[in-house]
Structures are given as C-alpha cells and as structure tokens.
C-alpha cells in the first residue's frame, strides 16, 4: 500500500480513540485511552513509572515497543487510521509526519555515526532533500538551537558531546524533516536545570514556528506547565484525569492527581537538612586531573565522602559531574592527584585496581538504557556482582536477586524478564539493585532518579536513606535536582567548566550570599505555574541588555 497523500485540512491532526495495547501475556498495559491533539497544542502525559505514557506516545507512530501490541482502537493521522495501513506506509510517516525525541539521547545515536550524517538521514531517506540541502538544513537547526561552534558541531561523535548538547542534536534529528507532530519522551529528564531551560525554551520556539502539535511526556508536572496547552494523567494505563494545564495544576480532581501536585510542591518547599559530625572520610579525591584526549573535563578537584554522609555534586550540563565520578571508579585515569579509600590510593585505571577496591565503590549510571545489556536477564544484571564478588551458589545468587529486587520494589519475578520490556523508571531501579549486590561501602549515584517520576524518586530516595542508616554506606550524589540535594545532602558542592566553585554544608550553600553560579542555578528550578519559564527568560533578556 502506497503512503496516503494526506494534506492539511483542519486543525485536528491527530486522533486516538479507546486504545489498547498488551504484552505477550495479554497483559494490558494502555486500555481504553482517547486524546485529540490539533496543530499547534501541546498535550503534557503525566503519570507514575509505568502508567503506559510513553507507550502512548509511541503509539502515535504506531509502533510497540519490544514485545507490545497494540490490541485495540484507532490511531487518526488527519482521518487516516495508522492500523489499518501496510508497514511500509508506517515507515514512510516515522519521522516524516510524526517524530520521536527519546528520553535518552545516548541510545538514540549511533556512537559509530558523527552527528550530521545522522541528522541529515531522515531528509535524504524521506527524498525529502539532496545531500546540499539537508546539510544546509542540518547547519541551519544547530544555530537555532544554540549548539557550540554550530558550523563543526555535526563533525563530532556522539560521545564527544555533553548530553544537554546531545539532548539538543536529537532535537535537530526529530525537525529535519519538519513533522507535523512530536512525541517528546521526557526530553530533559536527563539535563541539569539551566540547560533544561535552554531546551525547554527551543521546543517551545520549534513548536510555534513550525506551527508543530506535541506530545509531552514527563513525570514532572512544573516542567510540562511551561510547555503544555493540557494535561491528561494516567496511572495503571488508564486514563485519571485531563483538562487545561491551569485546571490540573490548581483544581485537580482526582485523588491521585492531588498526590503528584502535592508531592511536586513539597519538592520546592523542603527546607535543607543539617550538617551532621562524620567519621573520617572513606573516600577521598585530591588535586584530581581527568582528560579526554586534549580536553582537560576535571580541573584539580578535591572532594571527600564519609561513611554515611551523602555529598552532592550540582552544576550544569559538562560541568564534569560524571567525568568526576569516571575518574574516581577509574573509568577516566587521574592525570595528576589522588584517589584514596580509607586512606589508601588508588591505582588511576580501573584495570589496576584489585577485587577488593572495586567492590567498594560502585557507581548507579545516568542513562539506563545504555547500561544494561538488553541480552540478559534482570536475574543475570543483578546476580553477576553477587557471583562475582562473593562466590556464591546459584541457589544463594538467585535467593540475593530476589532479596535486592524487593529492596527496589519490583517483584520477584522480575528476574526472569529483559531490560527491554521494563519502563525507563523500572530500568533504573535495576541499575540501583545491581550497585547494591557489591554490598560497597560508597556509592556514587550518577542522577539516580532523573527516569523517575516524583512519588516513585521519593520512594528510592527513602530507600537510600534507609540504607545507608543501616548499612553506614556512604553516597557521592550527583544530580541537577536541586529539590533532592536540600532533601539528602550534607554537602554540596557545585561544579563550573571542570572546577568547584563552591563547597560546604549544604544548609550554607542554599543559603545567602551565594556563588554567582549557584544563584543562577536556583533561580532555574521550574515553578508549578504556567508563566514561569516565559517569566525568566524575559528577566534575563533584560539583565543581559
């Protein structure tokens, strides 16, 4: 069947009507679910881990997700019903008519591809444009989104850019084929508060350019209030409730809908926690130097963690956060200063370092969806480092994964799946799980809960308290949440361009007079009301006249 010539007649350009979508068990994930989208609206999807939001989004391309099948209901591109055509007209409209920005921008890249060409293949394997034009085009969408030296930007790896730049590049990838519809799949979940509103800013100029509807997919409701014209929430794959963002955000009318605005206010509200009296530091970084190649990511930082102190690490995108943390675990080699643990230094590669070291410090990863094999079982993430470290029998390793799957808060039987049928929240309490298998005595948490959505962040947040009361483990806690550090840390310190520019006890830190740097930090956390975004960038228009 041949790609229908659908051409723009009314505003309504998307409609799904009482979707359904299962697994393999005839498990419904998404049931009964109607939303209309016209050209120019924003439609914020708000829900817990797992309510079925991106799988909804994903929809919209008709298209399933690992093992999912949509088992029911309609999917209206401009009347025209996704399901009933050929998956060779389906292909012909993902990217064309209706992108996707992933929620992570590592796994949406092709490492082995520089940027450009890949930005460019949607035009060219559309016919949409010859090889001129779609660089021109490639070239044009870096300078409206800001990326660094736009002209040699695309010349890059994905890998030698930070992720609120890579975050931006899929940006660029989803327009180059100017769609009339975008699935935005928590697209700066990922990203500390100042890019996020950078990125925030540019869909929002995207949209209204290009007159493109949207679907906005998040866990945090003060996020999707700067962008979204409605907001429809959902939990268990239903549908709670939908209505103006204003209406949500004000008024809600379901219970469930009540917890997450609470739970969201309360973020902003929590006052700092004291500074408490530690032992001597468990894990120390002298003076420490990383570099990539030529570029120096860790200039001469010193930071300490104790045993049960949690010390968080803030600042914006390649600030060096998780260069920092690479060079601690040995993934980058310290050019110049030292590691210690419990007074010991540390070889500078990872390689060097013996059994012992290793499964004492562990690191909790940014991005799930890079950091688990989608060929493995949960069972098999989460039992090789019992088995590894411990030597212990399968009945002993399948007896901890279980133990470790219910500190998490997943069942069971969940060590029989693949990373690749669970949610992106789902996915990072695997990753947390398998940190703790080592039983170590510090973890680093590389943005632990940026997949989760708020009620479910609290939750894992609870549990790393709990842990660490019990067990005395010891947290280098890096995150561009804000509202999490006044709620864990005992520290802070604030990273710019590789340095520390600010470090103490957190309850000094968030207090006044504060570092330049961190101010501006703070005064980038969204608000839950509608005009804050539109608010900020019009004070710092003016402040930078």
């Known amino acids: 069947m041949a790609t229908p010539d659908i051409h723009p007649n009314h505003d309504l350009i998307l409609q799904i009507d009482h979707l359904a979508v299962e697994v393999p068990s005839g498990t419904r994930i998404v049931d009964d679910v109607s939303l209309e989208l016209r050209r120019g609206e924003v439609l914020g999807l708000i829900g817990e881990s797992g309510a079925g939001k991106s799988t909804i989004g994903l929809a ?3 298209y399933g997700r690992g093992a999912c099948r949509i088992a029911g209901g309609a999917i209206l591109l401009e009347g025209v019903d996704l399901r009933k055509l050929d998956p060779v007209a389906c292909r012909n409209i993902r990217g064309r008519r209706v992108a996707y920005i992933a929620q992570s921008a590592a796994a949406a890249f092709n490492p082995a591809i520089r940027i450009i060409d890949q930005v460019m293949e949607g035009p060219l394997w559309h016919g949409l444009m010859n090889e001129a034009e779609a660089r021109a085009w490639a070239l044009e969408l870096f300078h409206a989104l800001d990326l660094p030296n736009p002209d040699t930007f695309g010349d890059r790896y994905p890998h030698q ?19 009339d519809i975008l699935v935005l799949d928590e697209p700066t979940t990922a990203l500390d508060v100042t890019t996020q509103i950078e990125v925030l800013a540019l869909l929002k100029k995207l949209i209204r350019d290009f ?41 809600p009318s379901m219970d469930y809908t009540h917890a997450l605005v609470a739970e969201r206010k309360a973020a902003d509200t929590l006052s700092v926690i004291s500074s408490e009296r530690h032992d001597k530091p468990v894990l120390e970084a002298h003076d420490v130097t990383g570099i990539y190649g030529t570029f120096t990511a860790v200039k001469k930082v010193s930071i300490s963690v104790a045993r049960g102190e949690t010390v968080a690490v803030v600042g914006e995108s390649g600030s060096g956060k998780s260069s920092l943390a690479r060079l601690i675990v040995g993934l980058l080699p310290t050019k110049t200063g030292a590691v210690k643990l419990h007074g010991e230094t540390l070889a500078p590669a990872l390689r060097q370092r013996n059994l012992d070291t290793l499964r004492k410090v562990q690191l909790i990863y940014q991005q799930p969806d890079v950091a688990l094999n989608p060929h493995q079982t949960i069972g098999e993430i989460i039992g090789r480092p019992v088995a590894f470290y411990f030597n212990r029998t399968p009945a002993e390793v399948k007896a901890r994964v279980a133990e470790l799957l219910r500190l998490v808060g997943l069942p069971e039987d969940y060590a029989g799946r693949l990373s690749t049928a669970l949610s992106g929240g789902q996915k990072q309490r695997i990753c947390i799980a398998r940190a703790l298998a080592a039983e170590p005595d510090v973890i680093i948490c590389d943005e632990p809960t940026s997949a989760l959505d708020q009620l479910v962040a609290d939750e894992i947040l609870k549990l790393l308290k709990m842990l660490q009361d019990d067990l005395g483990v010891g947290y280098l806690f890096i995150t561009h949440d804000l509202g999490i550090v006044r709620r864990i840390a005992h520290r802070t310190a604030v990273m710019l361009k590789g340095e520390i520019v600010a470090q103490g006890p957190t309850a000094e830190i968030f207090a006044p007079p504060f570092h330049p740097y961190t101010e501006k930090l703070l005064s980038s956390v969204p608000e839950m009301r509608t005009d804050w975004l539109d608010e900020v960038l019009t004070k710092r228009v003016a402040t930078a006249r």
């Open 60 to 62: 919209a391309l008709h």
């Open 161 to 179: 850019v930070s992720g609120g730049q890579l975050q931006r590049a899929m940006a660029a990838m989803a327009m180059s084929c100017r769609p």
């Open 211 to 251: 007159n493109t509807a949207a679907l906005y997919i998040s866990h945090d409701l003060a996020v999707v209030a700067q962008v979204a014209d409605r907001i429809m929430v959902l939990r268990h794959g239903k549908m709670v409730e939908t209505g103006p963002t204003s209406q949500i955000l004000l008024a």
